[in-house]
């Protein structure tokens, strides 16, 4: 199984700031990459697929980029909105697997 | 509106069985590959299974073992789940998600989800 590993596991920071989260793939899934926004008590919600393509609705804050094993998930002006949690997804091989999840908190 | 609404969990016991349900609206069902993916309290996701548009094809995560089985009802616009030889490892939240059709399989629209409890 493809495992993906997720940096950092949670982070703080303040509405306005600009945050990047890593992704690593334990071996390469060129771009079939997803990443997910998840609220407490809420379904995820797609956010990013193909490593950088913004699902319809998402806001241009959040950008996706990366290929082969490193990725990474940017928001350039944090929202109070956005505070959640963020798990990245592998579709290029089964079984999909999905990081274990980076949680965003308000500094 | 894209509407998925699951059902069916429940309180079982160790080694019991289950059925879950997802009854799908506002799209074209048949057109679709769907998934279940599952979340343990306080965990994060997990991939559980897929099925494609006609139920000509379906995967299942390794850890399930067989134990699980995936079907589709495209007359009655609904997604199952049979679950066998429960295990205290399989209590979680049971999502039911729509693919995205976006060359990739990424999940668009998902339930709320239903609770499985394993639990002697």
């Known amino acids: 199984d493809i495992q993906m590993t997720q940096s950092p596991s949670s982070v703080s920071a303040s509405v306005g700031d600009r945050v990047t989260i890593t992704c690593r793939a334990s071996?390469?899934?060129?771009?079939?990459l997803a990443w997910y926004q998840q609220k407490p008590g809420k379904a995820p919600k797609l956010l990013i697929y193909a490593a950088s393509n913004l699902q319809s609705g998402v806001p241009s804050r959040f950008s996706g980029s990366g290929s082969g094993t490193d990725f990474t998930l940017t928001i350039s002006s944090l929202q109070p909105e956005d505070f959640a949690t963020y798990y990245c997804?592998?579709?290029?091989?089964?079984?999909?697997?999905f990081g274990q999840g980076t949680k965003l908190e308000i500094k | 509106e894209v509407q998925l609404l699951e059902s069916g969990g429940v309180v079982v016991q160790p080694g019991g069985s289950l059925r879950l349900s997802c009854a799908a609206s506002g799209f074209t069902f048949d057109d679709y590959t769907m998934h279940w993916v599952r979340q343990a309290p306080g965990k994060g996701l997990e991939w559980v299974s897929l099925?494609?548009?006609?139920?000509?094809?379906?995967y299942y995560a390794d850890s399930l073992k067989g134990r699980f089985t995936i079907s589709r009802d495209n007359n009655k616009n609904s997604l199952y789940l049979q679950m066998n030889s429960l295990r205290t490892e399989d209590t979680a939240l049971y999502y039911c998600a729509k693919d995205a059709n976006l060359g990739g399989h990424y999940f668009d629209y998902w339930g709320q989800g239903t609770l499985v409890t394993v639990s002697s």
């Open positions: 071996q390469g899934i060129s771009s079939w």
């Open positions: 997804q592998q579709t290029n091989s089964f079984p999909y697997t």
């Open positions: 099925i494609t548009w006609d139920g000509g094809s379906t």
